[in-house]
Nanobody, 126 residues
Framework: VQLVESGGGLVQAGDSLRLSCAVS????????VGWFRQGPGKEFEFVAA????????RYEDAVKGRFTISKDDTRNTALLQMNGLQPDDTAVYSC????????????????????WGQGTQVTVSS
């Protein structure tokens, strides 16, 4: 399984960005894809995840209402639309995938994901 992120950059507070995570997997419908981030001096934290088979999403409280995770089945790509970005959102954003053939709640801990992308930097200036 390979994951490649794109879409990071430098924006101003209040702006939007959309991150993409292209996933190469045998049968992507058996996976959950998540986004995590690590800001400067901060711990690694869960952002959002989507269960590929049915599109059910899960969010960390701090991003609910601002971020939306979705999937493009035609391109096997997970998308993270980030609106109303704030300096506190500055971080390296990484996508991850975990084999979840039996469904269930999407994992929220980094150790629950086996496959990782290289990360993309998002910087929000005030």
């Amino acid at each position: 399984v390979q994951l490649v992120e794109s879409g990071g950059g430098l924006v101003q507070a209040g702006d939007s960005l959309r991150l993409s995570c292209a996933v190469s997997a045998g049968d992507i419908s058996l996976y959950t894809v998540g986004w995590f981030r690590q800001g400067p001096g901060k711990e690694f934290e869960f952002v959002a995840a989507i269960r590929w088979k049915d599109g059910v999403a899960r969010y960390e409280d701090a991003v609910k209402g601002r971020f939306t995770i979705s999937k493009d089945d035609t391109r096997n790509t997970a998308l993270l639309q980030m609106n109303g970005l704030q300096p506190d959102d500055t971080a390296v954003y990484s996508c991850a995938a975990q084999f979840t053939p039996f469904g269930g709640p999407s994992p929220t801990q980094n150790y629950e994901y086996r496959y990782w992308g290289q990360g993309t930097q998002v910087t929000v200036s005030s």
